[in-house]
């Protein structure tokens, strides 16, 4: 791996410290640092700030507001992922506040797939005469067929979206579209218009919070208010749901920060989607029953394993392939710069963590297909550089559908069209990616003398959080010798190490503890007193009531000959 060093400044004055990391971020003047560190509240954003139309604000509302005066069915159509559940519970919560002739609905994967489904829509209106407006929440922008065919059937659709728009915008009631902010956050705003009051409903920032981590929107401008807000208001929440889910996980609601949420929270919410039906996440969310969200919690805990193991084994089965893939008809083979993947036994649930995966193995853009025996579903990952849903758009000929972001998308194909879709999208990422964009860079913000790692350091460091995408957790150097070393966990997979500073006078002045996660390997060409150059996180630990820092390795490179 590639080191780009922002900084090689060496200071010790922890406010320059947090000055170069603002500056790495692309943040300098004087009024840019007040508002990145005391961003605007949620509460006080108007829709120009998120880059919505407020006429289109302001149609959605008039027809909701005619639907509930005449009684009509109100459908809040929603997703099967974290940000699709959370913005279903956040609108159909508040509707109901204000009409019981309202009812959430998200579509099972597999059988109905993602966004509007002509046979789902066919059924809601059949299940109820009176139905007269659907509102999509995580969809949509891309659905203006199917937005035509529930007009054919009586029924006024609003688009609640924040995909990628295509060519052809939606003709409905209204169109609240931005790709600025996650789903959950439109419907938060929509949700605060539809009150018409100075009511702030900051009880569902929270589930903003979750949704704007879990699908991994940058944490800068109006994000960084939405996630810096919102984890304020998760780590109070009363949503027994979501205690529920703190409880099974084994975590402190007070200690949740962006790793909580995207790595044991969000997952947990996915599960069921992946696995079942996404229906009982929801249900968790709006539950008032804390027994019943207990009994809820317990099996997203379980579907969450079973999703993890089914992940490992995938993951593993698509990797093998990749690595022994021949060439192809068109020369490509396990070099291309793009990953096609496809197996008959590849659940649909799963399909974009697997692309993930194989992003982070190979550093590529990778697409992974669930093939089926008429149709198949794909997911895609992508890398910087490479605009994953415009590439698979450029072959919109073979496709029945896709919709998607910059770095993850997905789409559906017929099967007999696969073997060509993948000839020309190859043959597209051979042209377009260069070399450059393949090689993994660790950007590393500062250098750091020992000495210099304090609690005090620690805690100015977090108030340039949360971390996330747009605004990474800082990484720092430093030059360390090692004292000890051990592996850990399964398998001794992860690598944990004792350091020293250079210029120590003793051994316990300047020493830190060390994990290096998935590192395990480096224990057999590790010696004592062995210089070494380390890129790490800062990361507190706490132990016995004592606090202290434990540093996290990104990577580490060797300053002498290896043992």
């Known amino acids: 791996m590639k080191w780009k060093i922002f900084s090689k400044t060496l200071t010790s004055n922890n406010k320059k410290i947090i000055k170069i990391l603002l500056e790495n971020r692309g943040i300098k003047t004087k009024k840019e640092i007040e508002e990145f560190l005391s961003p605007k509240k949620p509460d006080d954003f108007i829709a120009k700030d998120l880059g919505i139309d407020a006429k289109e604000i302001a149609k959605a509302i008039k027809r909701i ?21 959370c913005a279903t519970a956040i609108l159909w919560e508040t509707l109901y506040k204000l009409t019981k002739n309202v009812l959430p609905y998200i579509p099972e994967r597999v059988s109905e797939g993602y966004g509007l489904n002509r046979d789902s829509i066919s059924k809601l ?52 579209h931005t790709e600025k902010i996650c789903a959950s956050a439109i419907a938060w705003f929509l949700a605060s218009k539809i009150q018409n009051t100075k009511y702030k409903i900051r009880e569902y920032l929270d589930l903003v919070a979750i949704a704007t981590i879990a699908d991994l929107e940058p944490l800068v401008g109006v994000n960084r208010s939405f996630a810096k807000y919102g984890l304020e208001i998760l780590r109070k929440t009363n949503r027994c749901g979501l205690l529920a889910i703190f409880e099974e996980a084994g975590i402190k609601k007070e200690d949740i920060g962006t790793y909580e949420v995207g790595y044991v929270i969000a997952p947990r919410l996915n599960a069921m989607g992946r ?48 690595r022994l893939c021949p060439a192809d008809s068109a020369g490509y083979g396990g070099q291309a710069k793009l990953i096609f993947i496809s197996h008959e036994s590849y659940n649909q649930g799963i399909i974009g963590l697997v692309a993930g995966k194989l992003v982070e193995e190979f550093y590529r853009p990778s697409i992974v297909i669930s ?32 919709g998607g972001h910059p770095m993850a998308a997905g789409f559906t194909i017929e099967t007999t069209k696969l073997e060509i879709l993948k000839q020309r999208l190859t043959a597209f990422a051979d042209i377009q990616i260069q070399p450059e964009l393949l090689e993994k860079n660790l950007k590393i913000d500062l250098e750091l003398p020992f000495p210099v790692i304090t609690l005090q350091l620690w805690e100015e460091v977090q108030k340039i959080s949360p971390f996330g ?30 350091l020293r500073g250079q210029r120590a006078e003793n051994e316990r002045e300047n020493v830190f503890s060390a994990i290096g996660f998935g590192m395990g390997k480096l224990a057999s060409e590790l010696k004592v007193d062995q210089e070494v150059e380390i890129a790490y996180n800062l990361s507190l630990n706490e132990w016995n009531n004592k606090k202290h820092l434990e540093l996290k390795l990104k990577d580490l490179q060797w300053l002498g000959p290896k043992n």
Request: charged share 25%.
């Open 371 to 402: 093939k089926g025996e008429v149709y198949s579903k794909a997911s895609a990952r992508s890398i910087n550089g490479f605009n994953i849903i415009e590439a698979i758009r450029t072959q919109s000929d073979l496709l029945v559908d896709a």
């Open 469 to 498: 995408l747009g605004n990474p957790e800082p990484v720092f150097m430093s030059k360390a010798i090692v004292a000890d070393w051990r592996t850990v966990g399964s398998e001794g997979k992860h690598l944990k190490l004792t």
């Open 65 to 85: 507001k005619k639907a509930i005066a005449n009684n009509e069915g109100i459908v809040v159509y929603g997703d099967f992922d974290a940000d699709g559940i």
């Open 275 to 322: 696995m079942e039906h996404a229906l009982e996440s929801l249900r968790l969310l709006c539950t008032g029953n804390s027994g019943k969200a207990k009994e809820i919690a317990a099996k997203l805990g379980l579907t969450n394993k079973e999703r993890q193991l089914l992940t490992r084994e995938t993951v593993k089965h698509a990797v093998e392939n990749f």
């Open 125 to 176: 209106k059949a299940d109820s005469s009176k139905l007269g407006l659907i509102i999509t929440v995580d969809h949509g922008i891309t659905a203006a067929e199917k937005i035509e065919y529930a007009k054919e059937l009586g029924i006024d659709v609003i688009v609640c979206d924040h995909h990628q728009a295509g060519k052809e915008k939606p003709k409905c009631a209204a169109v609240v």
